[in-house]
């Protein structure tokens, strides 16, 4: 890219803060007038506030300050965003015209049911095409988040062994060294303990140490499949099966769907339930990090403890929103899940049907491998097997003999033009990059994107500093984030407060 | 399909680089007996776009959106003035296609944009802090509790009857499997009294203005926590907060509520947007992300990053304060934006029509039969009593258009002639005169006839 | 090389204990806070608190990991750094000096598995 340098560009004015552009008396909206009788206010609801400093600014001030920082924003439109584990492929513009139909969007969550038939049906239809793609029993689309849906699955885990006598002996959840986060963040909010469960150097579950971890207090083990190491866990039947004769269940973690999508099902591996990402298997947009939308996938030992409301058919064929449910964990959140991201996700799998669907598993597939084939010499794989819908390499050769670790990499790609792949995770790996190129990127962006890592891998020898001190072509470099812990400021003060001490 | 751009010449020359021979190759550490073949799934046929917009068009058309009928719905999701400069800017693809900002240098814009979200909430609540959202008001508000049982060691929480019911119900679904206890306090006369029944527990969970409309006593929330070394947890309204004394100027500890009025469609509930303010030294506890202010490593620029990370669930894992991965930035964006552009003045404005409007209506209401249930002050949203089946009238008024408001019989036993009325400052006087009028004709056809649907 | 002064004793876990009658110091070695970087936090008990061997008693952040501190030995807290509070960094620029975590009134024998000097270097290697 001929526009770079290794001195700092000439950047654009800093942002400013909306605040202070703000001045008395100014608005940016054409606000609704009122033609009821004035009221007292004190007499109508109490004591009143003395001062509310919100911004005051016009609405094209309003306009422009969030348009500029949009431009100081990357997204998917802006370019090519390899986060590996996020999935971040095209959301096609259609899901965004439907999910903005009055008929979608104007309806209220408590308006009478009778009232809804539509967006019931395409909650089912959803439902229904989820259900045939991860092979499962069946399928809620109640949990507003991924981590909100492995919470779920634990909830319908833990209610299970209840039900048996064994909610009070089971308390224990497996996790492998290599999961998300959210896996035991999750168990722990469900009250279980956890176990890790080391990985072994293929990269596959340690079959012995999950033998040993086997006992009756174990509630589940969690498995991401394909893990995080952007491999298909070949034993996975046996997993199950063993983790089922000591009377555990087993939760598919389906941050990895993608590499599945019409090519194999969940639900035949022998999981007993498993949460989706419908923002990112599905292509309901990530929004700069939420909304999310969970849904999870179950077999018909679980369906007693469905959250409510579940929908299903009713005796006449009619669809209808079930809340006669006397063995449910309840509700998990207020209303009917995340259902604009459900009208999204459902525009999606009708545009792929039948016919097509298998396309997501195999080009990004594809597409992952391509990748790893063409920087193998620069940054070796993890592993030495073909991978799923990620690769994972190692930086580590560079962090040993040039002192450039797997971040700075990152850094010189944002550069270069890119969003860099996810860094450090999973933690097994060292100077690691996790690089999701998804099916919706052509092989000339492939190409594009190699060739970077390629040239920036050459800087790393001969150019060391030109990383060191990347990103030299953003609106800011590296930013001090102990600063920001040590001297807390996480909002912007008033000056009529700062002067009271506040 | 547009969205995969393989060419055949594409896949081959990916292949010989690759070293495979074909794409199943790629697969084939899958056992075989767990394969499905492409196109074996039994799906529906994929829909070219402008027959997928049809069927699409078509579901949405068997709803009722509220833009047919006249809305007095309300329950914590209001049908309120959305201006268009939001929808202008979440639709961005800059935003809208963003992930949460890992990477700092490339997310400035986002991360600002979720900084002046945290301070205008912070300000509307009165609290110190908040964080970068939650998912939703409800689940907000059962971190909240979480938080608390955490913090003060106490197995308990302690909620108010007037909360909204399915709030009460995600905190009951949350609480069991923690296995803490939700002890439920009762209300007179629409607010909630003895909370000396919270006794030992973390926390006093109150909603102001609550479920009801009711205005709560937040001194007697504040005096009653002090009293027994509780958390003071207080549901929001933030139009209620732009006009009155706001909980944090009550001492409460922690504040939460939906943000879902304040620029976001309502869209059947989902997606929405939690708020989440608290007292600044309860800042290494709350779930959430937080985004700070800071400056460059070596240069004088300020920027912005997520900060305090170490709470958060992929470093602390099991001992994270929550399992909260995202948080709900669109919507938090949402709200940003409409914060801005209505500002202080379009806030105060929305909050006091929508006051004198309710006035009004509940004055006509009267007028056409109905009976306010509560004495007490009101925000915008109050309890009217029928002399017959509130579901029999809300649904003859819905054949007339209006969307009267939500029965009380399916969530409190013993009040099916209760019905809960929200008026929003997008109503006008005409609507009003017109909901009036009708409920007075429903109700003179229902009382002269003896069968009325129960 | 990193400083491992030769009159303390050291945990696996990277602290270091002195001793001092029946009251011992305790803190993280220096070759732990350059592992961890910027010290930004460090979490400690309240005095009175008891502690048994291996127990965690707080925890130690930098901007990217936090780590748990493991009692060195039993016996109750009788003293907690509160300089720490605000300036974290002590860790950092004096690990063995102002910038320790608790003093512990020893109850019983100090456990026989503490390291000393070499024992520690050979450890970190």
Known sequence: ???????????????????TKSKKGRVGANIPTCSTPAVDLSEAIGDLREDLHLPEVSELDTIRHFTNLS?????????????????????????????????????HPMQPVETIPGALELLL?????????????????????????????????KAYHESRGEGE???VVLVPDSAHGTNPASAARCGYSVKSIPTDANGNTDLEALEKALDSNVAALMLTNPSTLGLFEPNIEKICRMVHEAGGQVFCDGANMNAMVGTTRPGDHGFDCMHLNLHKTFSTPHGGGGPGCGAIGLQAHLEPFLPVPVIRRGSEGEVMADYSRHHSIGRVSAFYGQFLMEVRAFTYLRAYGKEKMADISRYSVLNANYVRARLKDVLPPAHDRPCMHECILTAEKYKKEHGIRALDISKRLIDYGFHPPTNYFPLIVPECLMIEPTETETKETLDMFCDAMIAICHEAIENPDALHHAPSTAMVGRLDETLAVKQLDVRWIPAAKETAGV | MPYVPHTPEDVEAMLATIGASSIDELFREIPENLRVAPGALNLPSALDEHKLFGELKRLAAKNTALDEVTCFLGAGIYDRFIPASVSAIISRGEFLTSYTPYQPEASQGYLQTIYEFQSMIAEIFGTDIANASMYDGSTSMAEAAIMSTGLKNRDKVAVSEAVHPHYRQVLDTYCWSMGIEVVVLKTEDGVTKNLSAAEGCASIILQSPNFFGQIEDLSAHRAACDTDGSMMIVVADPFACALMKAPGAYGADIVVGEGQ??????????????????????????????????????????????????????????????????????????????????GKNGLQSVAESSIRNARYALSKLEEAGAKRVYGGKFFAEFVIELPVSAKAVRDALLERGILAGLPLGD????????????????RTKDEIDRFASELASVLSSATSQVEVKA | MANVPAELKYTKSHEWVRVEGDTVTIGITEFAQSELGDVVYVDLPAVGRTLAVEEVFGSVESVKTVSDLYAPVAGEVVEANTLLTSQSELVNSDPYGQGFMIKVKVSGELPSDLLDASGYEALIG
């Not at chain 1, 399928?139 to 492995?150: K, Y």
């Not at chain 2, 099916?416 to 929003?424: F, K, M, S």
């Open chain 2, 261 to 342: 009025p304040m620029g976001v469609a309502m869209g059947l509930g989902g997606p929405m947007v939690g708020l989440f303010g608290c007292k600044k030294e309860l800042v290494r506890h709350i779930p959430g992300r937080i985004v700070g202010r800071t400056k460059e490593m070596d240069g004088g620029r300020e920027g912005f990053v997520m900060t305090l990370r170490t709470r958060e669930q992929d470093i602390r894992r099991e001992k994270a304060t929550s399992n909260i991965c995202t948080n709900e930035a669109l919507m938090a964006l949402a709200n940003t934006v409409y914060m801005t552009a209505m």
């Open chain 1, 125 to 157: 239809g959803v439902q229904e095409m989820l259900q045939e793609i991860t092979g499962f029993d069946n399928i809620t689309l109640q949990p507003l988040a991924g981590a909100h849906g492995e919470m779920t699955c634990l909830m319908l885990i």
């Open chain 1, 1 to 19: 890219m001929n526009h770079l340098s290794n001195g700092r560009m000439k950047r654009v004015p800093e942002p400013e803060l909306i605040f």
């Open chain 1, 71 to 107: 431009q100081i924003n990357y997204g998917i439109e802006t370019g090519f965003y390899p986060l590996g584990s996020c999935t971040m492929k095209y959301n096609p513009k259609i899901n965004e015209a439907t999910a903005r139909l009055a008929g979608f969007a104007n309806l």
């Open chain 1, 169 to 171: 002996t089971r308390k």
């Open chain 2, 411 to 426: 969530y409190y036993g013993g009040r099916e002639n209760q019905l809960l009325v929200a008026v929003t400052e997008i």
